[in-house]
């Protein structure tokens, strides 16, 4: 991993570096350790950014790519894979959660909205985090590449929730 990060691009090194990481099969202080041992090769800046970047709790390539947006949009940093609930109720579990103005991201990739079932129930899940005074920002793989957009909509929903208070 730690050769890949510094020949590849950093959406893609820290893909592959949150896959690794997820999955147990290495940890964070390996891959550092593996970049210092090419601290004299070619791209070694490149390797020391993308294990920075690198985190086990995206669950997708989307979720890696949307954080590494986040830094580049000057977003507040999320909590990430946050468990809500409502009292000791079980409310959901979300790929990024700003705690501070209760706003939810979730990052949508097309494979699970195949099927009408699943759709409906992924918006009766969106509207109870809504009754429960939750602002939710989505966001796909098109907006990954005109990202302004998503700060947008996540501005619209944290002066909303300031208002709220």
């Given at each position: ?21 997820r ?83 979730e ?24 009754d ?34």
């Open positions: 991993m730690s050769d890949c990060a510094r020949i590849i691009d950093l959406d893609h090194a820290v893909v592959i570096g949150d896959s690794g990481l999955s147990k099969k290495v940890s964070a202080g390996q891959l550092r350790a593996a970049v210092e041992c090419s601290a004299r090769s070619a791209g070694v800046g490149a390797a020391r950014r993308a294990v920075a970047a690198m985190n086990g709790l995206s669950e997708s390539p989307g979720e890696s790519s949307s954080r590494l947006r986040m830094v580049e949009f000057g977003f507040p940093e999320p909590a990430l894979q946050q468990v809500l609930r409502v009292g000791v109720r079980f409310l959901a579990r979300v790929d990024f959660f700003w705690k501070r103005w209760r706003i939810v991201g990052f949508d990739g097309l494979g699970k909205y195949n099927d009408g079932e699943t759709t409906v129930k992924e918006k009766q899940r969106e509207d109870e985090l809504r429960h005074a939750l602002e939710v920002v989505r966001w796909g793989w098109k907006d990954l590449w005109a990202f302004g957009q998503v700060r947008e909509k996540f501005d619209r929903a944290r002066r909303r929730a300031e208002r709220r208070r």
